[in-house]
C-alpha cells in the first residue's frame, strides 16, 4: 500500500530564526517579546478566525498580528516596519538537517506532501527558494476549505488530496496543536521536537512517535507504516 508524510512547514522545514534577526534590526532589545507575541497572536487569530468562520489569508492573520504585538511593546507599526518584517517570512531557509532527510525519504518510495496554513502560491514559493521544492508531490493548503488548522476538515482536504488511507498517511509538525489535530481526524502523526526544551499537551492524545532530530524519519516513519498495515487503526 502507498505511504504519504504531509510536513507542516513554518519551524518544521523552515526555519524561522531570520524572523528573530529581521526584528531585531528593526526594534532592537525589543525583538525577542515582540517575535514571541508575533506567533502566538497569529495563531490566536488564526484559531479565532476558523471558529467564526471568517477565513482569510494567512498572512492577513500574520500581518495583524504583528501589529498587535508592535503596539504591546510601545512600538509604532509603521507600514515601512511591518513591510520589511513581513517579508521576513519569505526569505526564510531550510533548517539544515531538511534537504537530505527529504532526499532519503523520497528514496524509500514515500509520497511527500508540503501542508500548511498559508496560501499554496507562499510556500510554493518558500520551498523552491529553499531548494526542496521537487521533493513534493503536491503542496496542500487550507485555502482550498477556507478554514485553519486545527480544523478537522483540513486534515480531511489533506487525506483527500493525498489519496490514500488514513492508516497510512503521516503528518510530521513541530506544533503540538497541529499534531493533535491531525490524530484527531484518524491521521498518523510524528511531534518533531526541534526544540529540546518544548513540551507536548498533556491530553488524552498522544503522537504515535517523537522525534528529537530529522534524520530519526528514514527509520522510524517506514516501520510506523509497516505496524499500521499489519494493524489497522480502530
Known amino acids: 500500500m502507498n505511504s504519504a508524510v504531509a510536513f507542516d512547514i513554518y519551524g518544521t522545514l523552515i526555519d524561522t530564526q531570520a524572523v528573530l534577526t529581521r526584528l531585531t534590526e528593526l526594534v532592537g532589545d525589543k525583538a525577542p517579546a515582540i517575535s514571541k507575541a508575533w506567533r502566538q497572536k497569529q495563531l490566536e487569530y488564526s ?123 503521516c503528518l510530521v509538525s513541530s506544533n503540538p496543536f497541529d499534531v493533535l489535530g491531525a490524530a484527531h481526524a484518524g491521521l498518523r502523526s510524528a511531534w518533531l521536537r526541534r526544540d529540546p526544551a518544548s513540551l507536548f499537551d498533556p491530553w488524552e492524545r498522544q503522537p504515535d512517535i517523537i522525534l528529537e532530530g530529522f534524520a530519526e524519519m528514514t527509520k522510524r516513519l517506514p516501520a510506523l507504516f509497516q505496524q499500521a498495515s499489519a494493524r489497522p487503526l480502530a
Open 47 to 169: 484559531f479565532r478566525r476558523g471558529l467564526m468562520g471568517d477565513y482569510c489569508d494567512f498572512s492577513v492573520c500574520t500581518r495583524q498580528a504583528l501589529v498587535f504585538s508592535c503596539r504591546e511593546q510601545g512600538v509604532e507599526a509603521t507600514d515601512e516596519l511591518v513591510a520589511s518584517a513581513m517579508q521576513a517570512y519569505a526569505d526564510l531557509d531550510a533548517f539544515a538537517d531538511v534537504p537530505a532527510g527529504l532526499a532519503a525519504l523520497h528514496g524509500q518510495g514515500l509520497q511527500l506532501h508540503a501542508f500548511s496554513n498559508g496560501s499554496r502560491t507562499a510556500v510554493q514559493r518558500l520551498l523552491e527558494r529553499a531548494g526542496i521544492a521537487h521533493y513534493f508531490s503536491s503542496v496542500v493548503s487550507v485555502e482550498d476549505v477556507r478554514s485553519f488548522k486545527p480544523d478537522p476538515a483540513v486534515y480531511q482536504h489533506l487525506l483527500r488530496s493525498c489519496g490514500v488511507s488514513a492508516a497510512q498517511l
